[in-house]
């Protein structure tokens, strides 16, 4: 059995800077919770460089300034196909609140990010987004898109748990990620319950393929 996990995540907070990274990290994430293209790439600036491993920058967040909207989603693309992501090697879209209908832009922005040699993360919060309406439909549309590298499903709420949440969202079954076309690498509070993770999800069918710690290190 693997002791170790193929992925070792890191959601490093833009506002509680001066918290460095696990060792043995691989992908690490500046996660400012704007779903604001412009407004993320500002708060994340000062973090940049101190990301290791795998960079990503997060758009998206669990709150009203995370929401997605057609229109932000369609500034992100523009923002990828400019530029704007330079230094990063992918974007990590944090999808929990915002519009219903929004899987054709989100494809497209995907498929944008691909094709400008970025990495695409997509996290939900637990199975699915808790504020989109149409959950289950967006859901479809992620576990089939080739474009996803890596999809990272919130085994948390609060984030101070002391053990996994594995509660679903609208609907959505955790045995539906069992056909994901992108690696299933949850974001749990720490690096310790991961083992409790893959046992559980195994026991769906599922097989995980690491994870992403929220705890900041001190």
């Known amino acids: 059995m ?9 959601w490093y907070w833009t506002w509680d800077e001066g918290t460095p990274p696990p060792s043995k990290t691989t992908i690490s994430i500046a996660f400012s919770g704007y779903s604001d293209v412009l407004e993320a790439i500002e708060q994340s600036k000062h973090v940049k460089d101190q990301l290791v491993g795998t960079k990503y920058i997060a758009i998206g967040g669990g709150n009203a300034n995370g929401a997605f909207t057609k229109s932000k989603v369609e500034a992100l693309t523009r923002e990828i196909n400019t530029g704007a992501f330079t230094g990063y090697d992918g974007i990590a879209y944090d999808i929990e609140e915002g519009d219903p209908n929004l899987e054709e832009v989100f494809a497209e922005s995907f498929q944008a990010a691909r094709t400008n040699g970025l990495q695409v993360l997509v996290t939900v919060s637990h199975s699915a987004p808790y504020g989109i309406s149409d959950a289950a439909k967006l859901m479809t549309s992620f576990f089939t898109n080739e474009n996803i590298n890596i999809l990272s499903p919130q085994l948390y709420t609060s984030g101070n748990e002391n053990e996994n949440n594995y509660q679903t969202s609208h609907g959505v079954c955790w045995s539906e990620y069992k056909d994901c076309k992108a690696a299933v690498v949850p974001s749990i509070v ?13 026991n769906d069918g599922v097989t995980l393929e690491g994870y992403i710690q929220w705890t900041q290190t001190s």
Do not use: D, I
Request: hydrophobic letters at 25%; a negative charge; charged letters at 30%.
């Open 190 to 202: 720490e690096a310790s319950l991961y083992e409790s993770a893959k046992q559980y999800f195994l």
């Open 2 to 10: 693997k002791t170790e996990a193929e992925n070792r995540g890191y």
